[in-house]
């Protein structure tokens, strides 16, 4: 099984902990009370009335772009979103003057978030070393916040395949977060997560799958059972099994975890966002897909045609789900005249 993205990019709990605390207090009550996209035309709204009235390089007009920004990311409008962003930052680095205060820090993460789901990896790998050095000056390089820049340095890293610079970052933010935070902080969980992708990105199979069910185990005794972080460790996880060389477990044992444990995403995922959800959507057709390579290819591509349908009435035909998902439904068609798994 590998079909393509992961269901929350970025990281939800960085985007949770890092960018939505920037926005303001007014903007958060509305983007709770009518969604994301409701909520960014009205915030669109008043980021044109902030610039009629206080001029577009002002203070109040940042403020309303940056809440306009926040808004559109989370109605899955990255482009809008960096285009808002990066009007901030222009707005923060006139004021700061070049002396790379805190005030920087915030509009430096949040264009970096949006330019990786443009897959503008070089470009957000810069905003964060930049982001890194402002909290490194200011708190210190152990802060909460400079735990989660360090993630999102590595998780960038990784992208762009500099995996063992990336694993190195990433062990240092688990080893800081671990310490000051906690084994059970999501920051920790993350950085375990993303340092065993690397791991697995490198064919270090044995070892990202040992800290794959690790980290999943620490995700489960510091969570609910339907929390939606326990998304990503149940999926990589079953990444990390489908992935490996034969061993010494049979395959068919193999492909009978990698369908539970895609079966327990899609539920947790189901029940937090919702069965219409893109990203529920998503990870049906990767259960399908496993269920297919696991020998019910019928019921498989089954279930992969109806989320192709039901993705065509949720996200734009460009999105990256779209695409993933018709490369597992090529994939199950294949296997019609391919002979038999190990």
Known sequence: MENGQPPLKPRADLVNELMIP???????????ALGPAKAAYKLLLASQAADREHGPESREAAGAANDMGVAFFLQDNARSSA?????VLAAAESEDGGAGGPGLRGPL???????????????????????????EAGPGPESPEAVG?????????????????????LDAAAEISRRTLGDGHKFTLSAEDEAAVALLNTEEYGRAQERHRANLEAAEKAMDASHPFLILPLTHLAE??????????????????????????????????GKGSRHTIWLASNLGLAMAERGDQAGGERIIRKAQADLARTVNQSHPYVRSV????????????APRGR
């Open 109 to 135: 993460v949040n264009l970096g978030i949006s330019l990786i789901e443009l897959d503008s990896h070089a470009q957000a790998l810069a905003l964060f070393r930049r982001a890194f050095a402002v909290e």
């Open 149 to 169: 820049i360090r993630i999102l340095v590595g998780t960038t890293l990784s992208a762009t395949g500099e995996y063992g610079e990336a694993l190195e970052v």
């Open 83 to 87: 285009e808002a962003f990066g009007r």
């Open 326 to 337: 018709k490369k597992a439904l090529v994939r199950v068609q294949s296997m019609r005249n």
């Open 240 to 273: 990390a099994l489908s992935r490996a060389p034969a061993g010494e477990r049979p395959l068919t044992e193999v492909r009978g975890e990698v369908v539970a444990l895609l079966r327990r995403a899609y539920e947790v995922s189901a029940k937090s966002f």
């Open 22 to 32: 920037t926005a303001s207090e007014g903007a958060r009550g509305l983007m709770a």
